[in-house]
Nanobody
């Protein structure tokens, strides 16, 4: 069965950085696009970033462009989200998700989810 386990969350000051990881198992990771989403207080569940199966196509929500970088290492069955210049509004539960074959740039195409890792940005 599909299993997605996030890690790397924690407390950061505004302007700081965190690197999230998503360890995947139970499916052929290299054949699937993946996404990060977050549950932010007052906004609900929000799609953040997506990456296709080989890393050639990448998308971000406008609010994180220039600050977050999504990547993946298919040999390690792991996806990453490097977060820089963190802002208080980035605080939330960050979730790793597996995409279907047609949509990894919104919540609509995501069909399996991890439990999340908490990111808190506070000074």
């Amino acid at each position: 069965q599909v299993q997605l386990v996030e890690s790397g969350g924690g407390l950061a000051q505004p302007g700081g950085s965190l690197r999230l990881s998503c360890a995947a198992s139970g499916f052929t990771f290299s054949k699937y696009a993946m996404s990060w989403a977050r549950h932010v207080s007052g906004k609900g569940l929000e799609w953040v970033s997506g990456i296709d199966s080989d890393g050639n196509a990448i998308y971000y929500v406008d609010s994180v462009k220039g600050r977050f970088t999504i990547s993946r290492d298919n040999a390690k069955n792991t996806m990453y989200l490097q977060m820089s210049d963190l802002k208080p509004e980035d605080t939330g539960l960050y979730l790793c998700a597996k995409s279907n074959y047609t949509n990894y740039a919104s919540l609509d195409g995501l069909d399996d989810w991890g439990k999340g890792t908490m990111v808190t940005v506070f000074s």
